[in-house]
């Protein structure tokens, strides 16, 4: 069965460093996003990416976060100056779209620790 | 009015039992409706769909109430392995169609 793939699983960093979170979405979907989910907390929408650029991006995906889909396969979140509150899981998501139910298929996460 | 509102739980309940969850969300817009069950610290996994028709899938059974904007989640025959937490999550119809995720219920099923 066709997975999204989330690399590291574990990231620790120290306030301040920019970090790069990867994924690899399920190869024939055309939408993907990010998600995060603070300790506790719901998970919350980041971003989502179609056709090559940003369809729409949440109050929290301010200037310090940008995506990128640099070839075919890997969507990535750069996180240029980390924050403390920026500790949570990121959640990759990819869906096929504008297909109804519009399910999205999430991977395992990547758990960031800022320090 | 939160975007879509849950009660927390958690709900305690022995093998066997049937419990149901509810779910109401606040965009009238909203086009899809699904039920994700999370495990501690990992993804959301896709449950069901929610069809305004009702639909079930083995134990499971899943209603929609576009009139009232009110989804619910019964659980019969309850396992064991049933415990974790419940997601309603519900997109809307903007060119995204971003997921809007419910703060989840949590159940305990015990031996």
């Known amino acids: 069965e066709p997975e999204v793939t989330q690399t590291p699983s574990h990231q620790v960093t120290q306030m301040g460093q920019e970090v790069i979170l990867r994924c690899v979405p399920i190869s024939n979907h055309l939408y993907f996003y990010w998600y995060r989910q603070i300790l506790g907390q719901k998970v919350e929408f980041l971003v989502s990416f179609y056709n090559n650029e940003i369809s729409e991006k949440s109050e929290i995906f301010d200037d310090q976060f940008s995506v990128e889909r640099p070839d075919g396969s890997n969507f990535t979140l750069k996180i240029r100056s980390t924050k403390l509150e920026d500790s949570a899981m990121y959640f990759c998501?990819?869906?096929?779209?504008?297909?109804?139910?519009?399910?999205?298929?999430f991977g395992a996460g990547t758990r960031l620790s800022v320090l | 009015r939160k975007e879509v509102e849950q009660d927390p739980g958690p709900f305690n309940v022995p093998e066997g039992a049937t419990v149901a969850f509810n779910c109401t969300y606040s965009n009238s817009a909203s086009q899809s409706f699904f039920w994700y069950r999370q495990d501690c610290r990992k993804e959301p996994k896709l449950l069901m769909s929610?069809?305004?028709s009702g639909n079930e899938d083995g134990r499971f059974t899943a209603q929609l109430n576009r009139a009232s904007q009110y989804i619910s989640l019964l659980i019969r025959d309850s396992k064991l392995s049933d415990s974790a937490t419940y997601l309603c999550v519900v997109n809307g119809r903007d060119s995204s169609y971003k997921l809007i995720f419910g703060s989840g219920t949590r159940l305990l099923v015990r031996p």
């Open positions: 929610v069809y305004s």
């Open positions: 998501a990819s869906g096929a779209g504008d297909i109804l139910p519009n399910i999205q298929y």
